[in-house]
């Protein structure tokens, strides 16, 4: 049943074409989320209306002799609930992918007294194509309620996993726990002769 105040795309659009002087079609909507704002004294709440949630797998190499790490693959589950552009999506979680690399084996900041000395990409080392392995992202197809059309947020909450699924592959390979980013080769080499 179309409502009564309704006016269908075809009536606007015929309008706006036989209308003197033209001008823009406007729509203009507003969603506001069922949050609950955390409470004044015990600080709980819940101001995020859906939750996403990823689950990763890092396959990689190790040189027990110089401490270089290779990444081999790499996999990755995201609920972001309804994929309405699954393409784009995957594209979100495969370059969120990259970034978590470099935050994880490559980037870091260097200062010395107050001074960054690394401020290019000469010396500030991000990843680039050929360091990222095959990213093989996979999407679950739930239906959130409360997000628009039943998706959620793509593309962060794939971050968040990165090192730690980093860390435990190169633990699964030599059996050293990395605790600190970046995991560089002389870390991985400096736990290596603790281990014995």
């Known amino acids: 049943m179309v409502h009564p105040?309704?006016?269908?795309?075809?009536q606007v659009s015929k309008q706006a074409r036989s209308r003197p002087g033209g001008g823009p079609i406007l729509g203009r909507g507003t969603y506001d989320p069922p949050t609950q704002m955390p409470n004044e004294q015990t600080l709980y709440g819940n101001p995020s209306p859906c939750y996403a949630f990823t689950a990763q797998i890092a396959e990689v190499e190790v040189d027990d002799q110089t401490g270089e790490i290779?990444?081999?693959s790499y996999a990755v589950a995201d609920d972001i609930g309804r994929p309405i552009n699954p393409m784009l999506a995957e594209g979100q979680i495969e370059g969120c992918i990259g970034y978590g690399f470099g935050l994880t084996l490559t980037e870091e900041m260097v200062c010395e007294k107050g001074k960054v000395i690394n401020p290019n990409f000469m010396d500030y080392r991000v990843p680039v194509a050929p360091d990222l392995p095959h990213i093989r992202p996979k999407?679950?197809?739930t239906l959130d309620p409360n997000g628009p059309f039943g998706a959620k947020s793509a593309s962060e909450i794939s971050i968040d996993a990165v090192p730690a699924a980093i860390a435990n592959a190169i633990y699964d390979a030599v059996g050293v726990r990395m605790r600190s980013l970046?995991?560089?080769p002389e870390k991985v080499l400096t736990a290596l002769k603790k281990k014995g």
């Open 70 to 72: 290779r990444l081999v």
């Open 182 to 184: 970046p995991i560089t």
């Open 5 to 10: 105040r309704a006016v269908s795309f075809n």
């Open 139 to 141: 999407l679950t197809d």
